[in-house]
């Protein structure tokens, strides 16, 4: 189990590197999308109900919403400005979900709704996708990339699970969220941020001096770091609690040793887009 999720990862690694680095605006644009369409589909799972009809229309429909962006993004860059409002939307959901995970079970008659969950489906993929690419494309007031933005916040997410994770199996005692997600910790969480909280360090100090990352302060950008930690931690709780309602352990099998999609990007799914917006709040 151990070997085949190491392989796993390191193929994966190799294929980001080759998509999202390597890869010109067309590779990285089709990239995110096919991400997202994936996450798309194994969503449907969240769906209550087990009518072939609405996790079709589900998936017609959401597949139509993250084609277009890609498409908007590829036609011009100042046109995917346009859809920042749906970021907005998903945020306000990103906020209102902090209340369901903190009181789970007590809301389920609302996630347990076809409409509801197919909705929060698309928007929440949806802002993820358009605030990856905008993350990655946006004009900053400087020579420096985007890419080393989407790149922070990559090692954020992934330094929060990682020692979230290891300092939860080593010290972990008290649950954070049982009903949730019975092995997560507040030892673990606590881990979790200070981890990220060191590799943001490293990583500031690595980073190139036309960086974006280096046109706010670095106390604004500590704030921004510690918001995006937190709901990064909540994506994943998010996540746990979907499936938890649709019974299920991993979104899928799709990645030997990591399950799927979704168990890889749900950090995400919450991070960038939170990131995004307050880092163009505090760009001057």
Not at 139 to 152: D, E, P, R
Request: aromatic content about 12%; some cysteine.
């Amino acid at each position: 189990m151990i070997k085949q999720r190491l392989i796993s990862g390191i193929l994966l690694i190799i294929a980001a590197y080759v998509i999202f680095v390597l890869g010109d605006k067309y590779v990285f644009c089709l990239g995110a999308t096919g991400l997202s369409l994936l996450g798309l589909y194994e969503w449907r799972q969240f769906l209550p109900s087990n009518s072939l009809l609405k996790k079709v229309s589900f998936l017609g429909i959401g597949a139509a919403a993250l084609i277009a962006i890609c498409s908007t993004t590829l036609i011009s860059i100042n046109y995917l400005n346009l859809l920042l409002p749906i970021v907005f939307f998903a945020l306000a959901w990103w906020i209102i979900a902090i209340l369901l995970v903190a009181t789970f079970p007590k809301f389920t008659d609302v996630l347990l709704n076809d409409f509801i969950s197919a909705i929060l489906g698309i928007l929440t993929l949806s802002a993820f996708l358009i605030a990856f690419l905008l993350m990655r494309f946006y004009s900053y007031k400087t020579a420096g990339s985007g890419l080393s933005v989407l790149f922070y916040v990559l090692c954020l997410v992934w330094a929060t699970d990682i020692c979230a994770y290891g300092t939860g199996k080593m010290y972990g005692k008290h649950k954070l969220i049982k009903a949730v997600s019975p092995g997560k910790t507040i030892e673990g969480l606590i881990g979790g941020i200070i981890g990220a909280i060191l590799i943001s360090q490293i990583f500031l100090t690595l980073a190139p001096h036309n960086s974006p990352l280096l046109l706010i302060s670095k106390s604004e950008l500590s704030l921004i770091t510690i918001v995006t930690i937190l709901f990064s931690i909540l994506g994943d709780l998010v996540e746990s609690m979907f499936k938890r309602l649709a019974n299920i352990k991993d979104s899928s099998k799709l990645i030997p040793g990591h399950g799927g999609v979704l168990d890889r990007i749900d950090s995400l799914l919450s991070a960038i887009p939170v990131f995004f917006l307050l880092f163009l709040a505090f760009l001057k």
